[in-house]
């Protein structure tokens, strides 16, 4: 890293905080998710970033990986978490909050879990603390409150054009005894009231290329070129191509089908229970931690 990518960084994440401000004050029960997705959305482009992978709006037992289709008609309610990302030039914030949209004492409690361990993670995160730690940190704050961390989610190295880049960061104590090197970072505790696991459920209609190579049909090849061109490797959804290929479906299909691109599941709670969700990038420098969003 260098002043350069740092200073790129800073300014992602000053987006990112007016987004995180404007999205709170537009979310409330009863909301077309598609309508609070392309606002969002929208907002990043109009205060000069990019959407770093499509809005991800998931509610009660999804903790992760849903983002509304060009038709969804789902209201937003019960507890929502909003997932979104800044990219300027390929440098991205990636962060998220949970919103209780319903008044309930237990989604509260969820949400106060997940951001007292985000920043207790914060407190002891430096360059060369091992993996074990950090985990075990957020672990221990979440059943504090008599939740459950979720066990196969975790934070992340942020690359270039990669939301997830090297080393990931455990949400319980996995043993990991990697130190922590410099370099930038998605910090993300997940708390649930049930058994702290998720499995891949529906698709998510977001997308990711996987293997750039050749293909015959000449409307997948167009549709790829666009990809390409557009998203580089960061994730996309077909409510983002629908603008400009009105039916994209089959093409993707043929994309999916030869390897070229994959898509993302949903992400469910297995005992299908509420789950909640904190989430900041973080630069690990040489000498401190800087915090972003």
């Known amino acids: 890293m260098n002043q350069e990518e740092i200073l790129i960084y800073k300014k992602a994440g000053e987006i990112a905080k007016k987004v995180i401000k404007y999205a709170k004050s ?45 038709e969804d008609e789902t209201l937003a309610s019960g507890l929502l978490k909003v997932d979104f990302g800044v990219h300027l030039q390929g440098y991205i914030i990636d962060t998220a909050f949970s919103l209780d949209l319903e008044d309930d004492k237990e989604n509260k409690e969820l949400i106060e879990a997940a951001e007292s361990a985000l920043n207790s993670a914060l407190k002891i995160i430096k360059p060369g603390i091992e993996l074990w730690r ?54 993300e505790p997940f708390a649930t009231t049930g058994y702290g696991i998720v499995y891949d459920s529906k698709p998510s209609t977001i997308y990711r290329l996987e293997n750039l190579k050749p293909i015959r049909n000449p409307l997948a090849r167009k549709l790829l070129a666009f990809i390409e061109e557009n998203y580089k490797t960061l994730p996309f959804c077909e409510r983002w191509l629908v603008k400009e290929f009105p039916h994209p479906k089959i093409a993707l299909k043929l994309l999916e089908q030869a390897g ?34």
């Open 134 to 187: 950090i985990g075990e940190e957020i672990q221990n704050k979440i059943t504090s409150f008599k939740f459950s961390p979720i066990r196969n989610l975790c934070g992340h190295q942020l690359g270039r054009y990669k939301v997830h880049a090297g080393i990931t960061i455990p949400n319980t104590n996995n043993n990991n005894h990697t130190k922590l090197s410099p370099g930038f970072y998605a910090v």
């Open 260 to 293: 070229i691109i994959s898509q993302y599941s949903q992400l469910v709670e297995k005992s299908r229970k509420k789950v909640s969700q904190a989430e900041t990038t973080i630069l690990v420098n040489e000498n401190k931690t800087e915090t972003f969003t």
């Open 26 to 70: 537009i979310i409330d029960s009863g909301i077309p998710l598609i309508e609070i997705a392309e606002k969002i959305e929208s907002k990043i482009l109009e205060l000069g970033g990019k959407p770093a992978f499509p809005c991800n709006l998931s509610i009660n037992d999804i903790a992760a990986h849903y983002t509304p289709s060009e």
